[in-house]
């Protein structure tokens, strides 16, 4: 069995291209310019390409991108003090504060701080509360991602077993929480878990999002299944550096029914989603109809 390849960046690309269109109308028949702020403290240089590419992907989507970078030594009370001034700004529908943040701020913090409606992140506890018991929420960019990219593929996730290796705040549980409102059968499972290739192996939707460097071989995944690929993870191999995921890509490939590679597969669906939850917030705070096919 050679598995079909999940093109991530190509469906990427068709949910910006769906934002772009929502954003347009939205200026022609309101007036109203959805708006994402963007915080990056200190300079590391990975926050920093990421943060330009969402700029650069805001701006082509027809919204407004506001920048704030900030000292590697600023104050908490300085960045609080930034967050509470777009809390107030009614041309920001979304704040996004780039993790990780030097060590001298208290993170869970600044996340909570900012207007759990203009959290695009989804990180803010009552964000997290809100998707756990089945409310509208505002919902991280990956996990919203991968369930974006399984609908497609499955069109009904009703019934289907699925397993989510990995119980990060980030991906794991909010992944878990999305696949269970798809009515799915969800098993999270870890690295401690034990005899964890007979649990993979029961599974219709297998989630890799554990962090480890192909960690999930395809001894982990049942014959037909769907692995989605979460791991973004750097190594040198054969004295090149290369990008590669949580899943061993070609021994999973040659049992899944489908797969998303790395790189092109989950990674280019975050910052997509980053932008339709900066147009649903938009639309909530308008109270205007949530853009179909872009929510959970």
Do not use: W
Request: hydrophobic share 40%.
């Amino acid at each position: 069995m050679t598995a079909k390849i999940i093109d991530g960046k190509a469906f990427a690309a068709r949910i910006r291209g769906q934002v772009a269109e929502h954003v347009a109308r939205l200026k022609a028949d309101h007036g109203i310019v959805p708006g994402l702020a963007v915080v990056l403290v200190g300079e590391d240089p990975a926050s920093e390409v990421y943060v330009r590419s969402k700029g650069r992907q805001t701006v082509e989507a027809g919204m407004n991108s506001y920048e704030h970078k900030l000292d590697a030594d600023t104050s908490e009370a300085d960045l609080l003090a930034l967050v509470a001034t777009l809390n107030a700004d009614p041309a920001v529908h979304g704040i996004l504060v780039q993790l990780p943040l030097p060590k001298h701020l208290n993170s869970d913090l600044v996340i909570n701080s900012i207007d759990p409606a203009k959290d695009v992140d989804g990180f803010h506890i009552s964000n997290v509360g809100l998707l756990g018991t089945g409310q509208k929420s505002m919902v991280p960019c990956t996990p919203l991602g991968c369930l974006m990219m399984l609908r497609d593929h499955h069109g009904t996730l009703s019934g289907l077993d699925a397993v989510v290796v990995g119980r990060s705040n980030i991906v794991g549980k909010p992944m878990a929480q999305l696949l269970l409102g798809d009515s799915c059968t969800v098993t999270i499972a870890h690295s401690r878990t034990r005899d964890l290739p007979e649990v993979c192996k029961r599974a219709d939707i297998l989630v890799a999002a554990v962090g480890r460097p192909e960690m999930i071989t395809g001894d982990y995944v049942k014959p037909g299944a769907t692995v989605i690929d979460v791991g973004i993870n750097r190594i040198e191999r054969g004295g090149k550096k290369m990008l590669v995921g949580d899943a061993e890509f070609a021994s999973c490939a040659a049992v899944a029914g489908a797969i998303t590679p790395v790189p092109g597969g989950v990674g280019p669906m975050t910052i997509a989603c980053l932008l339709a939850n900066t147009l649903t917030s938009c639309c909530r705070a308008n109270g205007l109809s949530e853009p179909e096919g872009l929510t959970a």
